[in-house]
């Protein structure tokens, strides 16, 4: 009997845990918190104990049927991916969870709260395990709704309701085009196994391009890439534990780790790769601009996730060529350490100060020695200083890029992309910590004081993976997170190439920017503004490229634009050619006035009664509550597979 046996309890005890906090924790302690941070830390051990036993033993795979004769079932299938995702997941839900007990100690909604967040913890694990991709959408839904819930926790206000809607329907998109790639997937070969999907690959790659694009769709909602990454900065409005937790270290991985998982299926498509490569290089660079501007300390770090997941995606892009797959692994694995710190940091500058406006604070590291040091950290690690974490694995991304570039030129300007994506993050990361830590205290209406050691502890933990994390690629990690064959590297041999040394000036040159700008004061920040240019280009990044404006115009005027256009059509070329008919002759004429009247103007008038009475219909089922949008959808999966039974497809 190996431990590896007993992983189905690693989703199952959070479930178990959301049914005892949300039907009693009115009762217990803290609205149940206890009972939520026992579950997460009982799966982070039995996580640890399967790490091991999969190291020793390899990949583990059971399951059952689900549906008899059609190939579907459930199981579980854990090989070194699973088993990394695990433990990411795993210590940063448990680190969170121990914080929350200081950070939402006042909040009235605690049940509800820790209820959220074991059944969060349970969908994300359910959906890494899962050994099909049915299997896995079906918690990647489950994940979706926890999102919904948790954004919009503070359901009160407005803009958290507001962005807890945009979230859900944003990633909705994705997630249609996801459940559209899984069904073409199933016609081609009969199964959504992972292991059986893999063996029928070497025998079919025919036709793959575009269910590997529409899977990558997938993975571009969940996890904020361009064009779908307008909902991840609304995001923030969730608290400041919920942002560290699924908008930073866990949920927005999920796309991340679908790319890696699909793997099997993208070596035969070498152009996905190339699309998702670009894909990725543009959110990095695209979204490290808008952080530049930012003024609020989590607007600046969920830019700063967007940019980083799109240095994963960048790095899984390569890896058809190179050794993409580690490289893009090892920064989730790291990201999820930093990013987390930074986020529960910034949290405990919010819970000090009572103010998101880094233009208010300034001076607070005389107050918040331990919240300032860790955070220093953070933004070490982020920014790429040497020997810390993000160091080695953003020097693993770029130098993947550059040896992909040997295939196909374009890489060439993907690694540009990243170098400049690089120097951006080292000078708003230091932008953030010193216009909120050095410096005199700007508002004098708080008093800032250190939080408690629920808050301070996991940032000090966190703290030693960020800084040290890195280490792991010299020490097995290479050999345990691969695909196909992973080159290795020692340090020695990074600091022979020219690329390091070009990351390294990238990172310092941005920290040493930010130095005289924004400590030294030796450089104004009005210089990145003088002039009119360099306002409108500000200006431009403030409005966030007016990607909100686009989707707001296509959703509200898109469809309006549309239905004046067939009413024009109507008047100017049915109408056109029913006169011009009519004026050849009084009784052809008086026959086609007729057919006007009758059929044409009778459909036209059909067709607007049948769309008012069906916008009236679709206008009562938005209900806003996301329990009826849940069961539309079941019963809509239903329907498909009962279809699909009675064409005969299944």
Same mark, same amino acid.
């Given at each position: 009997?190996?431990?590896?046996?007993?992983?189905?309890?690693?989703?199952?005890i959070p479930f178990i845990a959301f049914l005892i906090v949300a039907f009693f924790g009115n009762k217990m302690k803290?609205?149940?918190?206890?009972?939520?941070?026992?579950?997460?830390?009982?799966?982070?051990?039995?996580?640890?104990?399967?790490?091991?036993?999969?190291?020793? $033993?390899? #990949?583990?795979?059971?399951?059952?049927?689900?549906?008899?004769?059609?190939?579907?079932?459930?199981?579980?299938?854990?090989?070194?991916?699973?088993a990394l995702m695990l433990i990411v997941v795993t210590f940063v839900s448990l680190m969170v969870s121990i914080y929350?007990?200081?950070?939402?100690?006042?909040?009235?909604?605690?049940?509800?709260?820790?209820?959220?967040?074991?059944?969060?913890?349970?969908?994300?694990?359910?959906?890494?395990?899962?050994?099909?991709? !049915?299997?896995?959408?079906?918690?990647?839904?489950?994940?979706?709704?926890?999102?919904?819930?948790?954004?919009?926790?503070? &359901?009160?206000?407005?803009?958290?309701?507001?962005? *807890?809607?945009?979230?859900?329907?944003?990633?909705?998109?994705?997630?249609?085009?996801?459940?559209?790639?899984?069904?073409?997937?199933?016609?081609?070969?009969?199964?959504?196994?992972?292991?059986?999907?893999?063996?029928?690959?070497? +025998?079919?790659?025919?036709?793959?391009?575009?269910?590997?694009? !529409?899977?990558? =769709?997938?993975?571009?909602?969940?996890?904020?890439?361009?064009?779908?990454?307008?909902?991840?900065?609304?995001?923030?409005?969730?608290?400041?534990?919920?942002?560290?937790?699924?908008?930073?270290?866990?949920?927005?991985?999920?796309?991340?780790?679908?790319?890696?998982?699909?793997?099997?299926?993208?070596?035969?498509?070498?152009?996905?790769?190339?699309?998702?490569?670009?894909?990725?290089?543009?959110?990095?660079? @695209? =979204?490290?601009? @808008?952080?530049?501007?930012?003024?609020?300390?989590?607007?600046?770090?969920?830019?700063?996730?967007?940019?980083?997941?799109? &240095?994963?995606?960048?790095?899984?892009?390569?890896?058809?060529?190179?050794?993409?797959?580690?490289?893009?692994?090892?920064?989730? @694995?790291? +990201?999820?350490?930093?990013?987390?710190?930074?986020?529960? *940091?910034?949290?405990?500058?919010?819970?000090?100060?009572?103010?998101?406006?880094?233009?208010?604070?300034?001076?607070?590291?005389?107050?918040?020695?331990?919240?300032?040091?860790?955070?220093?950290?953070?933004?070490?690690?982020?920014? %790429?200083?040497?020997?810390?974490?993000?160091?080695?694995?953003?020097?693993?991304?770029?130098?993947?890029?550059?040896? *992909?570039?040997?295939?196909?030129?374009?890489?060439?300007?993907?690694?540009?992309?990243?170098?400049?994506?690089?120097?951006?993050?080292?000078?708003?990361?230091?932008?953030?910590?010193? @216009?909120?830590?050095?410096?005199?205290?700007?508002?004098?209406?708080?008093?800032?004081?250190? #939080?408690?050691?629920?808050?301070?502890?996991? !940032?000090?933990?966190?703290?030693?993976?960020?800084?040290?994390?890195?280490?792991?690629?010299?020490?097995?990690?290479?050999?345990?997170?691969?695909?196909?064959?992973?080159?290795?590297?020692?340090?020695?041999?990074?600091?022979?190439?020219?690329?390091?040394?070009?990351?390294?000036?990238?990172?310092?040159?941005?920290?040493?920017?930010?130095? !005289?700008? &924004? &400590?030294?004061?030796?450089?104004?920040?009005?210089?990145?503004?003088?002039?009119?240019?360099?306002?409108?280009?500000?200006?431009?990044?403030?409005?966030?490229?007016?990607?909100?404006?686009?989707?707001? =115009?296509?959703?509200?005027?898109?469809?309006?634009?549309?239905?004046?256009?067939?009413?024009?059509f109507d008047r100017k070329v049915v109408d056109g050619a029913i006169n011009g008919i009519s004026s050849g002759g009084?009784?052809?004429?008086?026959?086609? $006035?007729?057919?006007?009247?009758?059929?044409?103007?009778?459909?036209?008038?059909?067709?607007?009664?049948?769309?008012?009475? %069906?916008?009236?219909?679709?206008? $009562?089922?938005?209900?806003?509550?996301?329990?009826?949008?849940?069961?539309?959808?079941?019963?809509?999966?239903?329907?498909?597979?009962?279809?699909?039974?009675?064409?005969?497809?299944?």
């Amino acid at each position: 009997m190996t431990w590896v046996e007993f992983s189905y309890l690693i989703p199952i005890i959070p479930f178990i845990a959301f049914l005892i906090v949300a039907f009693f924790g009115n009762k217990m302690k803290e609205g149940g918190a206890p009972v939520t941070i026992a579950a997460v830390a009982s799966t982070f051990v039995l996580s640890v104990l399967v790490l091991f036993d999969v190291y020793q $033993n390899g #990949s583990y795979e059971t399951s059952m049927n689900w549906i008899g004769g059609t190939g579907l079932e459930v199981g579980i299938f854990i090989d070194n991916l699973t088993a990394l995702m695990l433990i990411v997941v795993t210590f940063v839900s448990l680190m969170v969870s121990i914080y929350s007990l200081g950070y939402m100690h006042d909040d009235p909604c605690k049940r509800r709260y820790y209820a959220e967040i074991a059944l969060f913890v349970g969908s994300m694990l359910g959906l890494i395990l899962a050994n099909n991709f !049915l299997l896995m959408f079906i918690f990647w839904e489950l994940v979706g709704v926890c999102s919904y819930l948790l954004i919009g926790f503070w &359901y009160q206000k407005p803009a958290a309701a507001s962005a *807890a809607k945009k979230a859900f329907l944003v990633t909705r998109i994705g997630d249609v085009l996801f459940l559209t790639g899984i069904a073409m997937l199933y016609v081609k070969f009969g199964t959504l196994n992972f292991v059986e999907l893999e063996h029928l690959m070497g +025998h079919d790659v025919q036709g793959l391009l575009l269910p590997a694009l !529409l899977l990558f =769709a997938g993975a571009v909602g969940k996890s904020a890439q361009f064009p779908l990454h307008v909902w991840l900065p609304n995001a923030m409005e969730g608290p400041t534990t919920v942002s560290a937790l699924i908008h930073a270290a866990t949920m927005v991985k999920a796309g991340i780790y679908l790319v890696a998982r699909s793997y099997f299926i993208l070596e035969h498509v070498p152009d996905a790769f190339l699309i998702i490569a670009i894909i990725g290089g543009i959110t990095a660079l @695209m =979204a490290a601009t @808008m952080a530049l501007v930012q003024y609020d300390i989590k607007g600046v770090l969920a830019y700063s996730t967007i940019s980083q997941l799109g &240095y994963m995606m960048l790095a899984l892009g390569a890896g058809a060529h190179a050794f993409g797959y580690t490289a893009g692994m090892f920064h989730l @694995m790291n +990201h999820a350490f930093f990013k987390a710190l930074l986020f529960l *940091a910034a949290g405990s500058v919010i819970h000090a100060v009572g103010s998101n406006d880094m233009r208010k604070m300034g001076g607070l590291h005389k107050h918040m020695k331990i919240t300032s040091i860790t955070m220093l950290i953070g933004s070490l690690s982020i920014a %790429g200083f040497p020997f810390m974490s993000g160091f080695f694995s953003k020097d693993e991304v770029l130098s993947s890029v550059w040896h *992909a570039a040997a295939d196909n030129n374009i890489y060439y300007v993907l690694y540009a992309m990243g170098v400049i994506t690089a120097f951006l993050t080292a000078f708003y990361m230091f932008r953030l910590w010193y @216009m909120t830590f050095s410096g005199e205290q700007r508002d004098k209406s708080y008093h800032p004081h250190e #939080s408690p050691k629920t808050m301070t502890i996991p !940032l000090m933990l966190l703290a030693i993976l960020a800084a040290g994390a890195g280490f792991s690629f010299f020490f097995g990690f290479q050999d345990f997170i691969y695909f196909g064959h992973a080159p290795h590297v020692t340090i020695v041999h990074m600091f022979e190439m020219w690329q390091t040394w070009l990351s390294i000036a990238a990172g310092l040159g941005g920290i040493g920017l930010a130095t !005289l700008v &924004y &400590y030294k004061g030796s450089i104004s920040p009005s210089v990145f503004t003088a002039g009119p240019g360099r306002r409108a280009v500000r200006h431009m990044l403030e409005m966030k490229y007016w990607m909100d404006e686009v989707y707001m =115009a296509i959703a509200e005027k898109g469809v309006y634009g549309f239905s004046l256009l067939m009413d024009k059509f109507d008047r100017k070329v049915v109408d056109g050619a029913i006169n011009g008919i009519s004026s050849g002759g009084i009784g052809l004429g008086h026959a086609s $006035n007729e057919f006007d009247k009758g059929v044409i103007d009778g459909t036209v008038n059909g067709l607007s009664k049948a769309s008012f009475k %069906g916008g009236k219909l679709l206008w $009562n089922l938005q209900s806003g509550r996301v329990q009826d949008y849940a069961s539309v959808m079941i019963l809509g999966v239903c329907g498909l597979i009962v279809l699909m039974m009675l064409t005969g497809v299944i």
